[in-house]
T-cell receptor, first 113, second 116 residues
Framework: DQQVKQNSPSLSVQEGRISILNCDYTNSMFDYFLWYKKYPAEGPTFLISISSIKDKNEDGRFTVFLNKSAKHLSLHIVPSQPGDSAVYFCAAVEGTGANNLFFGTGTRLTVIP | EAQVTQNPRYLITVTGKKLTVTCSQNMNHEYMSWYRQDPGLGLRQIYYSMNVEVTDKGDVPEGYKVSRKEKRNFPLILESPSPNQTSLYFC???????????????FGPGTRLTVL
């Protein structure tokens, strides 16, 4: 059973606008969450993460929000750029220091110039 | 350059013919793992290794073997491949628990395997 879910397989956004990618999880024991970005023919690369003790983490144009009560997190990209077009994976891990990641199914973001 | 390498990048084989996909990392990471990516299913962990000679099953280990005789290498072995193992495979490595983002895994470029 999928413990991390990304219900939107794809998203299209105009350049300069905000992109919001969503992720839901079912395991309340998850305490660290990560977003990965994947370009075609490449492996996923780490983008941003958030600990369960926080509700927001910001890194430049990327912000991740965590709502523990709703078991929901989102990635905001603003402003969106054509180079952001990629597949974004949400991932979660149980236990600080653990390395076993549970990934969502991914959302393909297309930023239209 | 810090990286995870996989070979081959592309492989077409036939059912039952044993194959090995190699994975190597140059970051001195203790932790290594294998994932497969399938449409609609995302990335699923096959096997992982916490250190040399320490391996354990992930979510989808059936039909796969691994070994970790050296810290830098973590080969994935398919003893008798079947068509349902046609997939995109990724190797990853990370440092163990400690300063965040300790869960950040560095991925290889992927191996696309087709089993006929």
């Amino acid at each position: 059973d999928q413990q991390v879910k990304q219900n939107s397989p794809s998203l299209s956004v105009q350049e300069g606008r905000i992109s919001i990618l969503n992720c839901d999880y079912t395991n309340s024991m998850f305490d660290y969450f990560l977003w990965y970005k994947k370009y075609p023919a490449e492996g996923p690369t780490f983008l941003i993460s958030i600990s369960s003790i926080k509700d927001k983490n910001e890194d430049g144009r990327f912000t991740v929000f965590l709502n523990k009560s709703a078991k929901h997190l989102s990635l905001h990209i603003v402003p969106s750029q054509p180079g952001d077009s990629a597949v974004y994976f949400c991932a979660a891990v149980e236990g600080t220091g653990a390395n076993n990641l549970f990934f969502g199914t991914g959302t393909r973001l297309t930023v239209i110039p | 350059e810090a990286q995870v390498t996989q070979n081959p990048r592309y492989l077409i084989t036939v059912t039952g013919k044993k194959l090995t996909v190699t994975c190597s990392q140059n970051m001195n990471h203790e932790y290594m793992s294998w994932y497969r990516q399938d449409p609609g299913l995302g990335l699923r962990q096959i096997y992982y290794s916490m250190n040399v000679e320490v391996t354990d099953k992930g979510d989808v280990p059936e039909g796969y073997k691994v070994s970790r005789k050296e810290k830098r290498n973590f080969p994935l072995i398919l003893e008798s491949p079947s068509p349902n193992q046609t997939s995109l495979y990724f190797c990853a490595s990370s440092r163990p628990g400690g300063r965040p983002p300790y869960n950040e895994q560095f991925f290889g470029p992927g191996t696309r395997l087709t089993v006929l």
